[in-house]
């Protein structure tokens, strides 16, 4: 019999193994619940435990060149492995006999009847036991696959379930926590056996700040649950329902609609927007955030929803959408884990998103409009982060990223080809308090640097443990900006680290608009004294913010360009002015804050910028300030976009207005008048 190169390793390390039995046995009665899956584990390996040192580096030389192209999957058992269906306790303990029991067959694979009337429960689990260990699957359906990423979830779940026990969680929610977990499987990771795997894996889920907090609230006290269904009434299973805190956007928690289009999840007391992702393949209906009059394209628009001590209710309807759907790959094979993220290209705000299977696929459901593609690479695959551009091909920055028009009717395929790539990570903490969570880490190009940022490559969050990791393309200029700090990176020829330890001071604010709501997502910009840039960050929901800085005195200033009518500004220290004649702001120290910031009614001016009568992307749009006077003095500036276009929030006034080439801008200005909500002003260039 012919041996593959895995097991021939596992052979030459001497791994216990079972003795092959023929075909998947059955001990229960035939007239009651069918309950089938496939046990798999690293390489295929029947024996769980972790070899020796020796031998696991004997074992990992093989498996690794074997299925470093699997993106850390797993292969079938083969035969004989025992597979029970149980009960569990508090602790994960087996309760009395087994409910069933069989036995794999070749491929891996099992089928067990259970006990007439069984419901599948998390306090029932399948275990797939051999020498040396055992490998856990909580039952959340009659199909049940018992695998690293299955365990990791069992363990995970219990210990946050501890007192009360797996039977307080919902199926849904395991559910929800197997899939996180098997996004993080994705990663191309390759380990050297079952136990090895269970073990990374666990580690990556309690690191990883929305899988960490998904594990954790499936046993919270409060409940949100509602009903998913499409404009014709028709109920929608398979939505994923995500819940997110209000005001900075974390997730906390992850459901799923069942067979009736109902869901149910767990939470915090606190306040939260809720969002229904359709990624199914079964129905176009868009993905949208909850709102009492039907439902926002973007969590910037969702409305609040406060959990206390009452269940809440918070019904979807949603709106027809267009699908779009395509691969992932790089030299030629699939790449799983990666995150494909859509922004839509009026407003600049992200969209939805959703991540790969093992086979690269990916799928989305929006609403009718124009949006660009990102396929994000954060797991150990030496791919470059890429944007999408026409004809499948690939570009490096967002403003290079070609739009995509989708319409009803329509179906888009939009496939990603990868180029080789180098990786750029990293740690951020504080010498005081430790480690940085969830802070921002933004890339940029650099090959043509102007006084503000650069060209957006990309941005991440940092993890539990404060640390961050994005492929880009081999490239020695990309700037890394994080806490008020920045770095230059050379990934011409390797990969670099850029950690970030400086000590920063802070400057909070809460910007509000005319009204006094709250504006979320403007770009609020720190600069020194001779307005060097030293970086943003963006104002939550509830319109707060917090800004780094490692220098004191530092300026700042609120950019809106996202169509919102509220007029960017500048802030001198007292209170915030429109038109700026002193750019020597005095705001700084250890901690500073601004209090509320009122923003004034501003008008959206918006337009294109062709060169050659082609729309061109990466132009800086520059304003000033004062009037009719030249030069008058510096305001805002923005960038075009892939297709030319630009949007910039002003306060009522007049400016001067040039568009130009980043670094290079040395064209005359043109004056513009605003004096309501939109105006339009086009270059030709």
């Known amino acids: 019999m012919k041996m593959t190169t895995a097991k021939l390793a596992l052979a030459m390390a001497g791994a216990a193994t ?35 040192d020796l031998l696991s580096r004997l074992a990992r030389l ?6 470093a192209q699997t ?55 399948v275990r797939a036991t051999a020498s040396g260990g055992q490998l856990d699957a909580i039952v959340t359906g009659t199909t049940v696959n018992v695998d690293p990423v299955t365990n990791a979830t069992t363990t995970l779940v219990l210990a946050s379930a501890s007192a009360s026990g797996l039977a307080s969680v919902t199926t849904a929610e395991v559910t929800a926590v197997e899939d996180t977990i098997q996004a993080l499987a994705n990663d191309g990771t390759s380990y050297a056996s079952a136990t090895e795997a269970t073990t990374q894996l666990r580690a990556k889920a309690q690191a990883d700040e929305e899988t960490s907090n998904i594990v954790s609230s499936v046993v919270s006290s409060g409940v949100i649950s509602g009903s998913v269904k499409d404009a014709n009434g028709q109920a929608l299973a398979g939505i994923k329902i995500v819940a997110r805190d209000f005001g900075n956007w974390v997730t906390r928690a992850i459901a799923y609609t069942d067979t009736t289009g109902q869901y149910t999840l767990n939470v915090p007391a606190g306040d939260y927007i809720l969002g229904a992702f359709n990624h199914t393949g079964t129905s176009t209906a868009a993905s949208e955030w909850w709102t009492q009059d039907g439902g926002a394209a973007n969590q910037f628009s969702a409305e609040k ?28 094979s699939a790449l799983g884990g990666i995150k494909v993220h859509t922004r839509d290209v009026t407003s600049d705000q992200p969209v939805t998103g959703t991540m790969t299977g093992p086979d690269g696929a990916f799928r989305l459901n929006v609403r009718p409009g124009t949006y660009t593609l990102a396929a994000v690479n954060t797991t150990q695959q030496p791919f470059a982060t890429q944007y999408y551009v026409a004809g499948d091909t690939t570009a490096g920055t967002a403003s290079e990223a070609s739009p995509l028009t989708a319409s009803l009717g329509t179906e888009l395929t939009t496939n990603f080809a990868l180029p080789a790539g180098y990786q750029i990570s990293g740690k951020v903490s504080d010498p005081t308090t430790g480690n940085v969570t969830g802070i921002s880490v933004r890339f940029y190009d650099g090959t043509v640097p102007d006084s503000t940022t650069g060209a957006f490559v990309n941005g991440l969050r940092t993890d539990l443990q404060g640390q961050y990791r994005l492929w880009l393309a081999p490239k020695a200029n990309y700037i890394v900006r994080t806490r008020g700090q920045t770095q230059t990176a050379d990934i011409s020829s390797g990969i670099v680290v850029k950690d970030f330890s400086a000590a920063v001071g802070t400057v909070t604010a809460k910007l509000t608009g005319p009204g006094g709501l709250a504006v979320s997502q403007a770009k609020v910009a720190v600069y020194d004294g001779s307005a060097g840039y030293q970086g943003f960050e963006v104002s939550n929901a509830d319109g707060s913010v917090t800004l ?40 700084g120290g250890t901690s500073t804050d601004l209090g509320t910031v009122a923003l004034p009614v501003g008008g959206v001016l918006s337009g294109t910028v062709r060169v050659g009568g082609a729309p061109k992307g990466n132009y800086a749009v520059q304003l000033r300030s004062g009037g009719n006077a030249f030069p008058t003095n510096q305001f805002v ?33 043109s004056s513009v008048t605003i004096n309501s909500s939109a105006h339009t002003k086009d270059f030709s260039l």
């Open 18 to 52: 079972l003795t092959l039995s023929g075909c998947g046995g059955d001990s229960s009665t035939a007239s009651g619940v069918t309950i089938a899956g496939t046990v798999s584990a690293p390489g295929g390996q029947v024996a769980f435990n972790q070899p020796t």
């Open 62 to 67: 093989f498996i690794s060149s074997a299925f």
């Open 71 to 125: 993106s850390g999957m797993f292969s079938g058992v083969g035969a004989g492995v025992a597979v029970n269906l149980i009960e569990t306790d508090a602790a994960g303990n087996q309760v009395g006999s087994p409910l069933a029991s069989a036995t794999t067959d070749a491929t891996g694979a099992y089928s067990l009847t259970a006990p007439e009337g069984f419901t599948p429960s998390s306090k029932y689990v």
């Open 305 to 332: 929803v406060a959990v206390a001590g009452s269940a809440v209710s918070t019904d979807f309807v949603l709106e027809p959408g267009v699908r779009i759907s395509g691969k992932v790959t790089g030299a030629g």
């Open 548 to 587: 780094y800085s490692t220098i004191s005195p530092v300026r700042v200033e609120f950019k809106i360009d996202n169509g919102t009518a509220v007029g960017s500004s500048l802030y001198n220290g007292q209170t915030q002015f429109s038109l700026a004649s002193d750019l020597s702001i005095v705001v």
């Open 637 to 669: 500036a923005t960038r075009t976009q892939s297709d030319g276009s630009y949007s910039i929030s002003l306060p009522y006034g007049i400016y001067n207005i040039r568009a130009c080439i980043p670094g290079n801008c040395s064209g005359a200005f």
